[in-house]
């Protein structure tokens, strides 16, 4: 579905909170898709200015933290890009 | 169920159980424990045993517990056998020698362990990760009733199979064909320890990675083992051989990880911060409607010093199923994937299986109760 081309690594995040975390003023960014899933929750951690952040894919799971980004875009993005769910408090255990 | 399913769940592996020598607080000398555990089941599932044992002899305090494999401190969060076929197969230990400790966790290496509810955390969202791959959502897996998520953890702690397969028919998780025509995806979980022999010393010889493979070529024939292999391979070779010492891979679920504070420590410290740039030298306007969209650029510090070989990743990477295999490193893996099925260092369940197989039919039969089918390749030479 996603075919990435191989000139752009770039996959594009988009952050839905849930519970009550808050909505980020920036909820979209553009990413190197070799990035580790890793990255992105460090990113989160600071917006939020949380040292705890609860990291979600399809309002279900937490994939591992080292898996590429790439991957997990190609595996679970919808419409080209990859929604990630943060919360502040275990949501979807 | 299938007699390959019933023998692949009645595996154990005998276990030698050791207190770490410097967690005695007593003059009494502490047993050599022997234990046999299911394959798939999870080594922290010996503790409570083990603990009645040795509890008398620790000191007073909180026991955390941990096992230690030659200097190596074991993941909890990976199936036990999956473990074993990981860093003890290929010298064929047995019994598999192990420490306990109940101290000093070495939480730079490990994830926090919260105990077992961490565990059955870590495989409830490894079970739903599966369950978005075959039918597309978990939604089946979050609604089960407490009661009933609890009786899947206690089969799959005490590697019973029947009631569990019950359960699973009851979730309907096998794969099926997904929206939009794509063939149905097999969720694999695939380690490629570089460098055979001796014993591990840290994961940074291990790469890991989970994802969907298809189980349907394009012609409607079935996805053998080796079509599913040989792209991941040239990617997992290409990777650790380029400038990515990141390969060093920890699975271990973000939620878990975030929720231990010092955490970055886990995660390869060498990738540079986060840090929104404004540059827009990258920006394409005509095709991504950034609108209030930050680029996220890699700091310095995580900038590929390998490029040449990003892009054979690049481009095997986009073969998420098989055909394009990255050119350099086709024949490579090809090779690669042979010897060590010749040399049984690729390892599902602890057995070879012909590269032939289907990969569907080696998920049905041989998949871990998280529903991935995982798969342990030992790459060196």
């Given at each position: 579905?996603?075919?990435?081309?191989?000139?752009?690594?770039?996959?594009?995040?988009?952050?839905?909170q849930?519970?009550?975390a808050?909505?980020?003023?920036q909820?979209k960014?553009?990413?190197?898709?070799?990035e580790?899933?890793?990255?992105l929750?460090?990113?989160?951690?600071?917006k939020?200015?949380?040292?705890?952040?609860?990291?979600?894919?399809?309002?279900?799971?937490?994939?591992?933290?080292?898996?590429?980004?790439?991957?997990?875009?190609?595996?679970?993005?919808?419409?080209?890009?990859?929604?990630?769910?943060?919360?502040?408090?275990p949501?979807?255990? | 169920?299938t007699?390959?399913?019933e023998?692949?769940?009645?595996?154990?592996?005998?276990v030698?159980?050791?207190?770490?020598?410097?967690?005695?607080?007593?003059?009494?000398?502490p047993?050599?424990?022997?234990?046999?555990?299911?394959?798939?089941?999870?080594?922290?599932s010996?503790?409570?045993?083990?603990l009645?044992m040795?509890?008398?002899?620790?000191?007073?305090?909180d026991?955390?517990?941990?096992?230690?494999?030659?200097?190596?401190?074991?993941?909890?969060?990976?199936?036990?056998?999956?473990?074993?076929?990981?860093?003890?197969?290929?010298?064929?230990e047995?019994?598999?020698?192990?420490?306990?400790?109940?101290?000093?966790?070495p939480d730079?290496?490990?994830?926090?362990?919260?105990?077992?509810?961490?565990?059955?955390?870590?495989?409830?969202?490894?079970?739903?990760?599966?369950?978005?791959?075959?039918?597309?959502?978990?939604?089946?897996?979050?609604?089960?009733?407490?009661?009933?998520?609890?009786?899947l953890?206690?089969?799959?702690?005490?590697?019973?199979?029947?009631?569990?397969?019950q359960?699973?028919?009851?979730?309907?998780?096998?794969?099926?064909a997904?929206?939009?025509?794509?063939?149905?995806?097999?969720p694999?979980?695939?380690?490629?320890?570089?460098?055979?022999?001796?014993?591990?010393?840290?994961y940074?010889d291990?790469?890991?990675?989970?994802?969907p493979?298809?189980?349907?070529?394009?012609?409607?024939?079935?996805?053998?083992?080796?079509?599913a292999?040989?792209?991941?391979?040239?990617?997992?070779?290409?990777?650790?051989?380029?400038?990515?010492?990141?390969?060093?891979s920890?699975?271990?679920?973000?939620?878990?990880?975030?929720?231990?504070?010092?955490?970055?420590?886990?995660?390869?410290?060498?990738?540079?911060?986060?840090?929104?740039?404004t540059?827009?030298?990258?920006?394409?306007?005509?095709?991504?409607?950034?609108?209030g969209?930050?680029?996220?650029e890699?700091?310095?510090?995580?900038?590929?010093?390998?490029?040449?070989s990003?892009?054979?990743?690049?481009?095997?990477?986009?073969?998420?199923?098989?055909?394009?295999?990255?050119?350099?490193?086709?024949?490579?893996?090809?090779?690669?994937?042979?010897?060590?099925?010749?040399?049984?260092?690729?390892?599902?369940?602890?057995?070879?299986?012909?590269?032939?197989?289907?990969?569907a039919?080696?998920?049905?039969?041989?998949?871990?109760?998280?529903?991935?089918?995982?798969?342990?390749?030992?790459?060196?030479?």
């Amino acid at each position: 579905m996603s075919e990435t081309p191989a000139a752009d690594t770039k996959v594009v995040i988009f952050f839905k909170q849930t519970g009550d975390a808050p909505i980020l003023k920036q909820n979209k960014v553009k990413i190197d898709g070799q990035e580790r899933f890793s990255k992105l929750v460090d990113f989160l951690r600071k917006k939020l200015g949380r040292d705890q952040v609860f990291v979600y894919l399809k309002e279900a799971f937490s994939p591992a933290l080292d898996e590429r980004i790439a991957v997990l875009h190609e595996a679970f993005g919808v419409d080209g890009r990859l929604v990630v769910n943060y919360a502040l408090t275990p949501a979807w255990g | 169920m299938t007699d390959i399913a019933e023998q692949c769940w009645r595996a154990a592996i005998p276990v030698q159980l050791r207190l770490a020598e410097n967690e005695v607080s007593s003059l009494e000398h502490p047993p050599v424990l022997y234990f046999l555990v299911p394959r798939q089941s999870y080594l922290h599932s010996l503790v409570p045993r083990a603990l009645q044992m040795l509890e008398h002899l620790l000191p007073p305090g909180d026991h955390v517990p941990w096992f230690e494999h030659a200097h190596l401190p074991l993941k909890w969060g990976v199936p036990a056998g999956v473990l074993y076929d990981l860093v003890a197969a290929p010298s064929a230990e047995l019994p598999w020698r192990l420490t306990i400790h109940f101290r000093s966790y070495p939480d730079r290496l490990l994830a926090a362990y919260g105990g077992e509810a961490a565990l059955r955390a870590s495989f409830f969202t490894s079970l739903k990760e599966a369950a978005c791959i075959c039918r597309g959502s978990a939604q089946r897996v979050m609604e089960m009733a407490a009661g009933a998520q609890e009786d899947l953890w206690r089969q799959v702690v005490s590697s019973s199979l029947q009631p569990y397969s019950q359960v699973m028919a009851s979730l309907q998780l096998a794969p099926v064909a997904q929206r939009g025509g794509r063939p149905p995806a097999i969720p694999i979980r695939l380690y490629v320890r570089q460098g055979v022999g001796g014993y591990l010393s840290s994961y940074e010889d291990i790469s890991v990675t989970s994802r969907p493979v298809e189980a349907l070529a394009a012609d409607g024939s079935a996805v053998t083992l080796r079509q599913a292999l040989l792209p991941l391979l040239a990617e997992c070779v290409t990777g650790s051989r380029g400038a990515d010492s990141t390969a060093a891979s920890l699975t271990v679920p973000a939620t878990l990880l975030a929720a231990s504070s010092g955490s970055t420590t886990l995660v390869g410290n060498d990738r540079g911060s986060l840090e929104a740039a404004t540059a827009s030298s990258d920006a394409k306007p005509a095709a991504e409607p950034e609108v209030g969209a930050a680029l996220v650029e890699a700091g310095s510090g995580a900038a590929e010093s390998g490029d040449a070989s990003s892009p054979a990743r690049d481009s095997t990477s986009n073969a998420a199923g098989h055909d394009e295999t990255g050119v350099g490193g086709a024949t490579e893996s090809t090779c690669l994937l042979e010897a060590s099925v010749a040399q049984r260092r690729l390892l599902v369940a602890g057995t070879t299986p012909p590269l032939d197989a289907p990969l569907a039919w080696l998920h049905a039969q041989l998949h871990a109760p998280d529903f991935f089918l995982y798969i342990v390749l030992h790459a060196g030479r």
